[in-house]
């Protein structure tokens, strides 16, 4: 007798028959499974939560009270007929992929993830498997990112810049992770640290869990940002008249995968673009794919149809799903490109 498909795709999320679960639901459910804490993949509302014990945290703090369990890296929870364990994805402190296997057969869902070390979240650990579902933001072959430390050496630069002309340097990333990792990487710079209170939520919840977020001054209502300091802010903060004020004379900037087209940041209207994702570039890409030894890939958010085209070109079965979260051009995927 035929079983069922191992992992299903449906109009709620990626959905495992014989456990139960869906995972990175995009709809309320009993049991999410969830990569990590960007708001595009853990939401309100599901019953219960199960995701890696480094995610947890972060998790709850957005969430609020919510019945949330943690896995340690590697460790395998039976869970109906099928054995889960979360692997690091690279992407933000915490993020996973799920590995789910049902005898010898072995799926693993991506979430999202890079393959370059950052100094920051978990390495991405490669875990071998017949099926991957890998998203693909940034699955064109002009994605290819330049080594961290030459972008932060450029971050770097422009920071000193502007401090030499008495103003600030703000720069755009958004709350979890991205502006965590730039913190680290930039903690000893020309100037003052400072951050805006959303990013400082965020980094209140990592440092509690030993992560090395240095500590930054909080712009919260009556702060003021002193003369060369690197502000860092979500994005959207970046047009909120109210922070500007309180931030004085400085330049703009935004850190992003995006950024590596030009036409994004002239229609954001931004000053400086700096070209570093928490999504793995084309080679990266297609490299964890051949590290996982899968013959099926599964592609999802990003540019689908054209990365699928190419897998299938070089011989693997390849398909194009949806997941609810699918990124357009110049947004990123939710809250980490």
């Known amino acids: 007798m035929a079983r069922d498909p191992l992992l299903t ?30 708001s595009d993949h853990a939401r309100g509302g599901h019953g219960a939560y199960l995701a890696s014990a480094a995610a ?26 099928v054995d889960l364990s979360f692997h690091p994805a690279g992407h933000v402190p915490g993020s996973a992929q799920v590995r789910v296997a049902r005898g010898g057969e072995v799926w693993v ?22 099926a991957f579902i890998s998203e693909c933001t940034f699955g064109l072959p002009i994605f290819r990112w330049a080594p961290q430390a030459e972008v932060v050496a450029g971050i770097r630069r422009w920071w000193a810049e502007a ?17 965590q990792r730039l913190m680290a990487a930039l903690g000893d710079g020309p100037g003052p640290l400072c951050a805006h209170p959303a990013v400082e939520g965020m980094s209140r919840v990592l440092r509690a869990q030993g992560y090395a977020v240095p500590e930054a001054q909080v712009l919260g209502a009556g702060a003021k940002a002193p003369p060369g300091a690197l502000v860092i802010a979500p994005p959207a903060a970046l047009g909120e008249a109210g922070f500007a004020r309180r931030i004085g004379a400085h330049e ?9 087209l030009r036409g994004v940041r002239r229609r954001q209207g931004l000053g400086r ?26 592609v ?16 693997l079965d390849a398909a194009v799903v949806a997941t609810g979260r699918e990124a357009r051009e110049g947004e990123g995927e939710g809250e980490g490109e």
Do not use: Q
């Open 163 to 179: 401090a030499a002309a008495g103003k600030a340097a703000v720069i755009g990333a958004y709350s979890l992770g991205k502006a």
């Open 56 to 81: 947890a945290p972060v998790i709850r703090a957005r969430l609020g009270p919510i019945a949330i369990e943690g896995l340690r890296w590697g460790e395998v929870r039976r869970i109906g007929g």
């Open 300 to 315: 999802t958010h990003g540019y689908t149809a054209p990365f699928a085209r190419w897998l299938a070109g070089r011989g």
């Open 109 to 130: 869902v991506s979430g999202d993830y890079k393959l370059e070390p950052d100094g920051l979240c978990e390495p991405f650990e490669p875990v071998r498997c017949d």
């Open 273 to 298: 673009g700096f070209v570093i994702s928490d999504h793995a570039d084309w080679p990266a890409l297609n490299r964890a794919i051949a590290e996982t030894g899968a013959s099926r890939v599964f």
């Open 252 to 260: 703009t900037a935004f850190a992003s995968g995006w950024m590596a």
């Open 9 to 38: 795709f449906t109009d709620r999320g990626i959905f495992c028959p014989e456990g139960g679960f869906f995972i990175d639901p995009v709809r309320a459910v009993d049991r999410a499974v969830v990569t990590h804490g960007h």
